[in-house]
């Protein structure tokens, strides 16, 4: 059951089957089970326009290669309001992922998918175990803009210790990045 901030760890992650912007990785629509790996998903909520998904686009490749390499499935969801943020619009999501995006990028235009986790920042990720269930919600590492200044890898630990059957020294962190953009 989501508590105040949306589904945390131990939780069982919500289904979802939304447009994918991404017609290179994947079909025209996809759920939660279509973009899931036999040993995990790595669902992040982003944008095109946050300063904090651009400083981080690098590193979120790596994550989603990473997945791929641990057979993880990796997915971006946009939430944001497009009309109001015109630059998160359908159009825009495409022409972003066929700028080289590896992993599905799907829209979330009703935001009932961001509502149902929670979802607060952009990028924020939630990795899932094979089941379903949330083992690790937060963020890449503590410096999304600059990875010069990282000084921590949240997400790659996480994603490390859930492939090697381990339990997750931190298994909850507060998203660095924009707020999503609810709609009016």
Not at 73 to 83: C, E, H, L, M, R
Not at 160 to 173: F, H, P, Q
Request: with cysteine.
């Amino acid at each position: 059951m989501p508590g105040p901030r949306g589904i945390e760890p131990g939780d069982a992650a919500p289904d979802f089957t939304l447009p994918n912007a991404n017609r290179s990785a994947g079909a025209e629509t996809l759920s939660l089970s279509d973009a899931s790996g036999t040993a995990g998903t790595v669902v992040m909520f982003t944008c095109n326009h946050c300063p904090y998904v651009v400083g981080s686009e690098e590193r979120i490749e790596a994550m989603a290669s990473k997945a791929r390499d641990l057979g993880m499935g990796f997915v971006g969801i946009n939430s944001n309001d497009p009309i109001v943020y015109e630059s998160d619009n359908w159009d825009a999501m495409v022409k972003r992922a066929d700028k080289g995006m590896s992993y599905a990028y799907l829209h979330d235009e009703t935001q009932e998918t961001a509502h149902a986790y929670g979802a607060e920042r952009t990028p924020e990720f939630y990795l899932l175990e094979g089941g379903g269930a949330v083992v690790y919600r937060g963020r890449l590492d503590d410096s999304p803009r600059n990875p010069m200044d990282a000084t921590t890898a949240e997400l790659v630990e996480a994603m490390d210790a859930l492939a090697a059957g381990e339990s997750i020294a931190n298994s909850r962190t507060d998203s660095i990045g924009c707020s999503v953009k609810w709609k009016q």
